[in-house]
């Protein structure tokens, strides 16, 4: 009995994956649409419908064509913003074409989903991007256009005003998802979902996305527009109802949408309900699906004649997991930044050829940390190249923690400068800590002395049980480590440090951790643990200087204070980073940085944030905010291949 059942229930999930069982359900919906349809035009004379369609002029014909073309000119965009949220390396002119031929055709067949999946699938390459991914691009599509078209819809049925009560009353609750949907987007770009991370369509590719849809609603019913007579009907009247409409007609699946296109408009518009607005509705299909779908036709019978498939785009960044290579790994040690290394901690890709600038897709953001591999100099055509692969990607294309000579390169590319904070630089062949500026300095390594605190370098193996201790018990009583843009201490990974350590007698009371290349030696990890001595991270400082300054190297960094040394505010970044140091210290502790640095009387260099507008600065805070305070848990996988290679 059980087996009989099971059989059963294999037999019915066959039936019900089968295509036809599910076409079933949009051809019932369109069979009973067509059936009111209908009934709703049985007392119109066909003739009088015909003769009003004989009569739209030549002119007016024309002009609903080219309104059509442009329409569809959007429609195919549609295809160019998903493809690169969904990171597909199509070049536009292969998108375009696809979208174009996918999306007349699935208008005149219908059962969109399908058909659009389908003809994506013939026109771009098979091998490359294969019918599931075909699938997931029309899909993701279909509901881009979907909610931004409600949301769009919503908002001019509230700006119209002379619709019937009950749609200004479904709009309201539209316009709040769809705020609370961009919302969302800008603060949570990815969403933990079962253990796995679903990523929302980026802000800046939602935003194309609807301002395509604009395109498309606005010059579609000016082609239905165009047609219809002087019956008493603005296009101020016409534009969201015909939007609602269409809506109506793709949601349901039906082909061409016939049936709730119509009834829609014929509902909320009844002065269309005539032998003209009729024959307008006739001749709009006539422009808008016929004609189209006869081209798109002819387009796809033609791709597959001459088997033209999609052409790739060469992405401008080289991904990096694992091991660096070894010729990066070289450009690394030339680097004129410590902070370069970080390449190793995982999370980083490079940008651009040569030696690069390394580069990290967060979120709404593509954000280059600090300067180029090869120098300020590299920067202008890297600007362009990071330009270009943020509006692949659907980004916004940020830099940040550059100095002033990257900056100033900024302005030709179309950026915009804001300085963000300051870092501490000193050379340290110079370095002592004698002299009224270091006076502070001297009483903190006194105290340390006093305290029995010693400084040493590691001679053979890290005490590594004891660092992890000491980093774990600082996380504990800080809140946590911090990634992006500072390292993070995991045994897995301490060769990539240089450490120096603390010990009071025999017990490790602290470590610093150092990136160090041919031209700089940059502080990354402090690790105390809590009740250390006072003055311990000042001990270990001040020896991690003076070893650098005998081993000849000319700049030492003690990394950057966020918010601080903005003393002339030039634009409404930087007004809200110097109001943030001085009004939020407890978040982001900069004030303590600040006092800390101080003390070793370094030169203050400015640090910028990099962005081509106010949108994208706020974007790139919110990424910056995200991936700095909860970084990434570090692969253990690829810390073993690293070590192996």
Same mark, same amino acid.
């Given at each position: 009995?059980?087996?009989?059942?099971?059989?059963?229930?294999?037999? &019915?999930?066959?039936?019900?994956?089968?295509?036809?069982?599910?076409?079933?359900?949009?051809?019932?919906?369109? =069979?009973?649409?067509? *059936?009111?349809?209908?009934?709703?035009?049985? #007392?119109?004379?066909?003739?009088?419908?015909?003769?009003? %369609?004989?009569?739209?002029?030549?002119?007016?014909?024309?002009?609903?064509?080219?309104?059509?073309?442009?329409?569809?000119?959007?429609?195919?965009?549609?295809?160019?913003?998903?493809?690169?949220?969904?990171?597909? +390396?199509?070049?536009?002119?292969?998108?375009?074409?696809?979208? %174009?031929?996918?999306?007349?055709?699935?208008?005149?067949?219908?059962?969109?989903?399908?058909?659009?999946?389908?003809?994506?699938?013939?026109? =771009?390459?098979?091998?490359?991007?294969? /019918?599931?991914?075909? +699938? $997931? &691009?029309?899909?993701?599509?279909?509901?881009?256009?979907? *909610?931004?078209?409600?949301?769009?819809?919503?908002?001019?049925?509230?700006?119209?005003?002379?619709?019937?009560?009950?749609?200004?009353? &479904?709009?309201?609750?539209?316009?709040?998802?769809?705020?609370?949907? $961009?919302?969302?987007?800008?603060?949570?770009?990815?969403?933990?979902?079962?253990?796995? *991370?679903?990523?929302?369509?980026?802000?800046?590719?939602?935003?194309?996305?609807?301002?395509?849809?604009?395109?498309? /609603?606005?010059?579609?019913?000016?082609?239905?527009? /165009?047609?219809?007579?002087?019956?008493?009907?603005? %296009?101020?009247?016409?534009?969201?109802?015909?939007?609602?409409?269409? /809506?109506?007609?793709?949601?349901?699946?039906?082909?061409?949408?016939?049936?709730?296109?119509?009834?829609?408009?014929?509902?909320?518009?009844?002065?269309?309900?005539?032998?003209?607005?009729?024959?307008?509705?006739?001749? $709009?299909?006539?422009?808008?699906?016929?004609?189209?779908?006869?081209?798109?036709?002819?387009?796809?019978?033609?791709?597959?004649?001459?088997?033209?498939?999609?052409?790739?785009?060469?992405?401008?960044?080289?991904?990096?997991?694992?091991?660096?290579?070894?010729?990066?790994?070289?450009?690394?040690?030339?680097?004129?930044?410590?902070?370069?290394?970080?390449?190793?901690?995982?999370?980083?890709?490079?940008?651009?050829?040569?030696?690069?600038?390394?580069?990290?897709?967060?979120?709404?953001?593509?954000?280059?940390?600090?300067?180029?591999?090869?120098?300020?100099?590299?920067?202008?055509?890297?600007?362009?190249?990071?330009?270009?692969?943020? !509006?692949?990607? #659907?980004?916004?294309?940020?830099?940040?923690?550059?100095?002033?000579?990257?900056?100033?390169?900024?302005?030709?590319?179309?950026?915009?400068?804001?300085?963000?904070?300051?870092?501490?630089?000193?050379?340290?062949?110079?370095?002592?800590?004698?002299?009224?500026?270091? !006076?502070?300095?001297?009483?903190?390594?006194?105290?340390?002395?006093?305290?029995?605190?010693?400084?040493?370098?590691?001679?053979?193996?890290?005490?590594?049980?004891?660092?992890?201790?000491?980093?774990?018990?600082?996380?504990?009583?800080?809140?946590?480590?911090?990634? %992006?843009?500072?390292?993070?201490?995991?045994?897995?990974?301490?060769?990539?440090?240089?450490?120096?350590?603390?010990?009071?007698?025999?017990?490790?009371?602290?470590?610093?951790?150092?990136?160090? +290349?041919?031209?700089?030696?940059?502080?990354?990890?402090?690790?105390?643990?809590?009740?250390?001595?006072?003055?311990?991270?000042?001990?270990?400082?001040?020896?991690?200087?003076?070893?650098?300054?005998?081993?000849?190297?000319?700049?030492?960094?003690? *990394?950057?204070?966020?918010?601080?040394?903005?003393?002339?505010?030039?634009?409404?970044?930087? !007004?809200?980073?110097?109001?943030?140091?001085?009004?939020?210290?407890?978040?982001?502790?900069?004030?303590?940085?600040?006092?800390?640095?101080?003390?070793?009387?370094?030169?203050?260099? @400015?640090?910028?944030?990099?962005? @081509?507008?106010?949108?994208?600065?706020?974007?790139?805070?919110?990424?910056?905010?995200?991936?700095?305070?909860?970084?990434?848990?570090?692969?253990?996988?690829?810390?073993?291949?690293?070590?192996? #290679?």
């Amino acid at each position: 009995m059980g087996n009989a059942a099971g059989q059963v229930r294999t037999g &019915l999930i066959a039936i019900a994956r089968h295509p036809v069982a599910r076409t079933l359900p949009a051809l019932l919906i369109g =069979l009973w649409f067509a *059936s009111v349809l209908v009934a709703r035009l049985e #007392n119109y004379d066909l003739h009088l419908i015909g003769r009003a %369609f004989g009569s739209i002029p030549p002119l007016a014909w024309l002009a609903a064509g080219l309104a059509s073309a442009v329409s569809f000119a959007a429609i195919a965009g549609y295809d160019v913003v998903a493809a690169r949220d969904l990171g597909l +390396t199509l070049t536009p002119r292969s998108a375009l074409r696809s979208g %174009f031929a996918a999306t007349a055709l699935a208008q005149l067949a219908g059962l969109g989903l399908v058909t659009g999946a389908l003809v994506r699938w013939r026109m =771009l390459d098979p091998a490359r991007l294969g /019918l599931l991914g075909a +699938t $997931f &691009l029309t899909l993701r599509i279909s509901l881009l256009f979907l *909610s931004t078209g409600a949301v769009l819809t919503a908002a001019l049925a509230v700006l119209a005003g002379d619709l019937p009560d009950w749609a200004i009353r &479904l709009a309201m609750p539209v316009l709040l998802a769809g705020l609370a949907a $961009f919302v969302l987007c800008l603060l949570r770009p990815s969403l933990a979902l079962f253990g796995r *991370s679903l990523d929302w369509p980026s802000l800046r590719g939602v935003l194309a996305f609807a301002a395509l849809v604009a395109v498309d /609603l606005v010059f579609a019913a000016l082609a239905l527009y /165009l047609l219809l007579p002087d019956i008493g009907i603005s %296009f101020v009247m016409l534009l969201p109802v015909f939007a609602f409409a269409m /809506l109506a007609g793709v949601a349901s699946g039906v082909p061409g949408g016939v049936g709730p296109f119509e009834i829609a408009l014929l509902s909320l518009l009844p002065e269309l309900a005539s032998p003209p607005g009729l024959a307008a509705i006739a001749g $709009f299909r006539c422009v808008f699906y016929l004609a189209p779908g006869i081209i798109a036709a002819g387009w796809l019978a033609l791709a597959e004649a001459r088997d033209r498939r999609a052409t790739l785009r060469r992405a401008a960044i080289r991904r990096i997991a694992g091991a660096v290579p070894a010729d990066i790994a070289r450009s690394l040690r030339n680097a004129p930044r410590g902070d370069a290394m970080l390449l190793h901690e995982g999370g980083f890709d490079l940008l651009g050829t040569g030696a690069g600038w390394l580069v990290a897709d967060c979120g709404n953001s593509l954000i280059c940390l600090s300067e180029p591999l090869a120098g300020p100099d590299a920067a202008a055509d890297l600007l362009h190249h990071l330009t270009a692969e943020a !509006r692949h990607r #659907n980004r916004w294309g940020v830099v940040y923690k550059c100095g002033a000579e990257t900056a100033a390169f900024a302005q030709a590319a179309g950026y915009r400068a804001h300085r963000i904070g300051i870092e501490a630089v000193l050379d340290p062949r110079a370095f002592s800590p004698d002299g009224p500026a270091r !006076r502070g300095l001297r009483r903190k390594l006194r105290k340390a002395a006093l305290s029995g605190v010693r400084v040493t370098a590691p001679v053979d193996a890290l005490p590594l049980a004891e660092m992890a201790d000491v980093a774990k018990a600082w996380a504990a009583a800080h809140g946590g480590a911090r990634g %992006f843009s500072m390292g993070r201490f995991a045994p897995e990974r301490a060769h990539l440090h240089e450490y120096l350590l603390a010990w009071q007698g025999d017990h490790l009371v602290g470590f610093i951790g150092l990136w160090s +290349t041919n031209h700089e030696v940059a502080l990354d990890l402090v690790r105390l643990r809590p009740g250390a001595p006072d003055g311990t991270a000042y001990a270990l400082v001040a020896a991690a200087i003076t070893r650098a300054g005998q081993e000849g190297v000319a700049r030492f960094s003690l *990394s950057a204070v966020p918010f601080a040394g903005i003393d002339a505010p030039r634009s409404l970044v930087e !007004r809200y980073c110097a109001w943030l140091y001085h009004a939020r210290p407890a978040w982001h502790g900069a004030p303590g940085l600040y006092q800390f640095k101080a003390a070793f009387a370094p030169h203050w260099e @400015p640090r910028y944030l990099l962005a @081509p507008h106010l949108i994208a600065c706020i974007a790139a805070g919110l990424d910056l905010s995200r991936n700095i305070r909860r970084p990434l848990r570090i692969s253990v996988t690829e810390v073993e291949k690293e070590r192996r #290679n």
